[in-house]
């Protein structure tokens, strides 16, 4: 791992399972950033976290210098604009291409995990089944997202590189890994959306991801208790 | 056709928008910060224009920013793009701090806004008994609290200037009387809430609002249909 100056000062508070750790840690293996990850018992919630998240006790949280960030797409661009000299900003210079990066990010999580979560939120199999093709719809707008944003290289969101998107949406492939393992559902898929299929390929082909993401084994074990514990019935598929 | 910097100030901006949004208005306060002559379209979402869905396809909604024939979508998207487009612009200056970690709070207290203010101001609003009437009222009574800690002795929540977390609360401000009138029950009061119940004067005469407000009687009209279905 590159050392950066203010390496020392990173601490990150998070839970191993979540995506939103894994969109963090991504950005700062990507800015080669130093920082010390400290796991957070969800059960217990450890006074480090309280003193520091007062106000949402949500996690993951960063903190610089002592100093906490929370929000997993506020903590990655706080990531990009501290740390200007650390490698390539996540954002495109330029200020529309900025915004249809921001729109996307935002819809990652507004769109694509609202309806993602819905898939168990209920007992009702209708519901369940519906909420699965919500995140099929928006996992194909993604696609079209991602043919607008990468360029000719067909590449990242971010074009010519791993960009602010890749990480947003990044922090989701080992959730959508286990997914299709445990239930089947292919967020994205190598015939519905191929270059989405490609592109998760190649974001856990990235060493900064492999540091990030979880072990898969041990994830889909996680899942498997959760959907025995919620006696979750796949919802058939049309 | 790519632009690194600023953009010319003679260049048409468009807004789609409709008059009883409050994400529209956070736009039009935005724009008015930085001086950016622009033309209002009205929307019917009854019936909407072929713009606006060739525009927005993906989510077909208001406010839609229209720069150089190339659409923003999403108000808080549309406040950074107008932030970054015109820099320089506006003796209002930036809208969202400069300072990285600044910026991260500053945006941190729009997702309060937006996630744990909002719903129980909207539940206090909507309920159907005097009993969860009171409990919500009291549930954003306490999110209310917090946001007057944040403000504490401060002109604006941004420090003598409107920014971005006035932009984003600004709605409230005209809102809130609303909603206490229609209820019949109040959550702003000057002895529980002093500063918060300043700052809504404050913003609503504040340069980037005071000319650009919905018409409120209309407003009112609107809100007691909602409460009724």
């Known amino acids: 791992m590159a050392t950066a100056g203010s390496g020392d000062e990173l601490k990150v508070l998070g839970a191993w399972a979540s995506p939103f750790l894994v969109r963090v840690l991504f950005a700062l293996q990507l800015k080669g950033l130093r920082y010390e990850y400290v796991e957070v018992d969800l059960k217990e919630k450890n006074e480090l976290l309280l003193a520091s998240n007062p106000v949402h006790k949500k996690i993951p949280v960063l903190l610089h210098a002592g100093k906490p960030v929370c929000e997993s797409q506020l903590i990655v661009q706080y990531i990009d604009e501290a740390f200007p000299a650390s490698g390539p900003s996540f954002l495109p210079a330029d200020t529309h291409a900025r915004a249809v990066a921001r729109f996307w990010g935002a819809y990652v999580d507004d769109k694509l995990l609202s309806s993602w979560k819905g898939i168990f939120a209920t007992k009702d199999e209708e519901e369940n089944a519906e909420a699965v093709r919500q995140t099929l719809a928006a996992a194909d707008a993604l696609e079209g997202a991602f043919r607008e944003c990468s360029g000719e290289k067909l590449e990242w969101f971010g074009g010519d590189g791993v960009g602010y998107v890749d990480i947003v949406l990044g922090g989701l492939v080992p959730s959508m890994n286990v997914l299709e393992l445990a239930v089947g559902i292919k967020v994205v898929d190598p015939d519905r959306t191929p270059l989405l299929a490609a592109w998760k390929d190649r974001f856990c082909a990235l060493d900064a991801a492999k540091a990030a993401m979880p072990p898969l084994d041990r994830l889909l074990e996680n899942a498997k208790k959760y959907l025995a514990e919620i006696s979750f019935k796949t919802p058939a598929s049309k | ?229």
């Open chain 2, 1 to 229: 056709m790519d632009h690194g910097g600023e953009y010319a100030p003679d260049e048409k901006v468009e807004l789609l928008g409709t008059w009883s949004s409050p994400y529209v208005f956070k736009v039009i306060w935005a724009l008015t910060m930085k001086g950016v002559e622009y033309e209002y379209v009205e929307e019917d979402l009854r019936n909407k224009s072929g713009a606006l869905l060739s525009l927005n396809p993906l989510h077909k909604k208001v406010p839609v920013l229209v720069y150089r024939g190339k659409p923003v979508a999403e108000s808080d998207v549309i406040v950074e793009f107008i932030d970054e487009a015109w820099k320089d612009r506006g003796g209002g200056g930036r809208i969202l701090p400069e300072d990285p970690y600044e910026r991260a709070m500053a945006r941190s207290w729009v997702i309060f806004a937006r996630d744990v203010l909002s719903p129980p101001i909207w539940k206090w609003f909507t309920a159907p008994g005097e009993e969860e009437q009171e409990g919500a009222r009291e549930a954003a009574v306490a999110q209310l609290l917090v946001l007057e800690e944040e403000l504490g002795r401060k002109e604006f929540f941004a420090g003598d200037c409107v920014g971005l977390v006035d932009l984003s609360l600004g709605a409230l401000a005209y809102v809130i009387p609303i909603y206490e009138e229609i209820t019949g029950t109040r959550i702003v009061t000057e002895e529980r809430l002093p500063c918060l119940s300043a700052w809504m004067g404050r913003f609503l005469s504040s340069p980037p609002a005071k000319d650009h407000l919905p018409p409120l009687e209309k407003l009112k009209l609107s809100f007691l249909g909602e409460r009724t279905l």
